[in-house]
Nanobody
Framework: QVPLTESGGASVQAGGSLRLSCAAA????????MGWFRQAPGKKREGVAT??????VTYYDDSVKGRFTITQENANVYLQMSNLEPEDTALYYC?????????????????WGQGTQVTVSS
């Protein structure tokens, strides 16, 4: 198991910014990619951004390109979110995988956190 703990979720107005944090405690050796995912009520979980932990290469979903930035520092991964829209409202999850692929498919990630809520009001 790779315990992942998210934080930073909050309620903000449209146009605002938030920074989500994910702390990967314990055994992180062998983790190659970490990603951020979100799930809105009644919708499937979807990938937002992912980062290759050994080189910093990133990959984003088209819906957040130019607004969200994923970064990594040691065992922590961050998601800087700007110009937030009501459609960004969701429970945001951090996930990790030992496979070296920049995938936004939830099924590609075996390790998950509990999530942090982001609510954007218009």
């Amino acid at each position: 198991q790779v315990p992942l703990t998210e934080s930073g979720g909050a309620s903000v107005q449209a146009g605002g910014s938030l920074r989500l944090s994910c702390a990967a405690a314990g055994f992180t050796y062998g983790i190659s990619c970490m990603g951020w995912f979100r799930q809105a009520p009644g919708k499937k979980r979807e990938g937002v951004a992912t980062i290759y932990t050994h080189g910093g290469v990133t990959y984003y979903d088209d819906s957040v390109k130019g607004r969200f930035t994923i970064t990594q520092e040691n065992a922590n991964v961050y998601l800087q979110m700007s110009n937030l829209e009501p459609e960004d409202t969701a429970l945001y999850y951090c996930a990790a995988t030992s496979r070296a692929w920049l995938s936004l498919r939830p099924a590609a990630y075996p390790y998950w956190g509990q999530g942090t809520q982001v609510t954007v009001s218009s």
